[in-house]
């Protein structure tokens, strides 16, 4: 009869006396029952919420693992490219677009990977931007060091240059 259930309307329904109905509610414990049911319900009903909250927290789970695996795909194809270009002569490219690709490749990695990408924290009065992103830079050249040197002072804002010293 559902949550509107009653005594009353089940002598209705079955078109039996009040009295033969609270005699039959006692004898077949009606009241005690039908608290039990209605509380199995609710279970049944909160399991299966939290049942497809689960299956929607796998589904996202599962997506974030195929993103992650993405941005560390394109980490590892900007990085690449980055240093490509550095190995050959600057005619077409120039050597800030290969400290773009190597950077924005270190980002990726580092988001792929569940790191900051940069870190900041608040001394005093200021805040110091500390990087984290790192790139092996080993097997480049003197003079493509020397020209990234140049691409990250330019890179840095205006008052900030630090020249060779």
Request: aromatic share 4%.
């Amino acid at each position: 009869m559902g949550v509107d259930r009653s005594k009353r309307a089940v002598g209705k329904k079955l078109s039996k006396s009040g009295s033969l109905i609270d005699r039959w509610a006692v004898r077949h414990r009606w009241v005690a029952r039908a608290r039990e049911w209605d509380a199995e319900q609710e279970a049944l009903e909160a399991k299966a919420r939290l049942d497809a909250i689960g299956d929607d927290a796998k589904k996202w789970r599962v997506r974030e693992e195929a993103l992650r695996q993405e941005r560390y795909d394109w980490s590892v194809l900007l990085i690449k490219a980055g240093c490509d270009i550095l190995k050959k002569p600057f005619t077409d490219v120039r050597p800030s677009d290969a400290a773009k690709l190597i950077e924005a490749g270190a980002k990726l990695r580092a988001l792929a990977a569940g790191a900051p990408t940069d870190k900041t924290e608040t001394v005093q009065s200021g805040t110091i931007k500390v990087e984290t992103d790192s790139v092996d830079l080993s097997r480049l050249t003197t003079e493509q060091l020397d020209q990234l040197e140049t691409i990250a002072i330019q890179l840095q804002p205006a008052g900030n240059s630090q020249g060779k010293g």
